[in-house]
């Protein structure tokens, strides 16, 4: 079954504790993006990549790092998590033809908490 | 910059109702358009884009969008409303003329809650 998915799917952690959360796709798609969700912000991206080694600032890259050393796999990594990271996170991925025009397969969610 | 709004955070349809979710958008040059759906307790899900051609798409579950370039306005449709359609919308543009990898790059929304009420 092609699909996004994430891990973990629920993080309770604390202020500072570094973090990974891990995104993987199985459809072999150039692209991967990582967004976070916030009641009246909507979706914000934080990262994206255009493919392997090729990753990009979104609109709020501020306390996350990203890294893309396989083709399927696309971590978001929190180095010191603060209390206004707290959110719903989603990762995504698609095709690169078209100048991106194909749209996105999104993965279940992260909703991370930080105390 | 690129930019999305949606004017409404919620919309209220009665069922059997035509429903329209607006959005507008801002982006130098000619834009890729998507909407996306979010039911409760789920991911989000593709509903329909425009990218060129006709400016009346049509996508999943009976739902088609009008692109208007002069409006700069991609409003979501539904001839008649379900319960079920209930969920949260969100428009997204995309500018496939911007430099280097910045076309990578896809504004969403603020999303609006749509309502369907029996």
């Known amino acids: 079954e092609a699909q996004v998915t994430q891990n973990p799917r629920y993080l309770i952690t604390v202020t500072g504790k570094k973090l990974t959360v891990t995104c993987s796709q199985n459809?072999?798609?150039?692209?991967m993006s990582w967004y976070r969700q916030d009641p009246g912000l909507g979706l914000r991206q934080i990262y994206y990549?255009?493919?392997?080694?090729?990753?990009d600032k979104g609109d709020v890259p501020e306390g996350y790092k990203v890294s893309r050393k396989e083709k399927r796999n696309f971590p978001l990594i929190l180095e010191s998590p603060s209390p206004n990271q707290t959110s719903l996170y989603f990762c995504?991925?698609?095709?690169?033809?078209?100048?991106?025009?194909?749209?996105?397969?999104f993965g279940p969610g992260t909703r991370l908490t930080v105390t | 910059a690129q930019s999305v709004a949606q004017p409404e955070d919620q919309v209220n349809v009665a069922e059997g109702n035509p429903l329209t979710v607006k959005c507008t958008y801002s982006?130098?040059?000619?834009?890729?358009l998507f909407w996306y759906v979010q039911y409760p307790n789920r991911g989000l899900q593709f509903l329909l884009k425009y990218i060129t051609g006709d400016n009346l798409v049509k996508g999943s579950y009976g739902f088609e969008a009008e692109f208007n370039k002069s409006q700069t306005s991609f409003h979501l449709k539904k001839p008649s409303a379900l319960v079920s359609d209930s969920a949260l919308y969100f428009c997204?543009?995309?500018?496939?003329?911007?430099?280097?990898?910045?076309?990578?790059?896809?504004?969403f929304g603020q999303g609006t809650i749509l309502t369907v009420h029996p």
């Open positions: 982006v130098s040059g000619n834009p890729y």
């Open positions: 997204a543009v995309r500018n496939p003329n911007a430099g280097g990898t910045s076309y990578g790059k896809l504004t």
């Open positions: 990549s255009m493919n392997v080694e090729v990753t």
């Open positions: 995504a991925s698609s095709i690169l033809a078209g100048g991106l025009e194909s749209e996105q397969y």
């Open positions: 459809m072999n798609h150039e692209y």
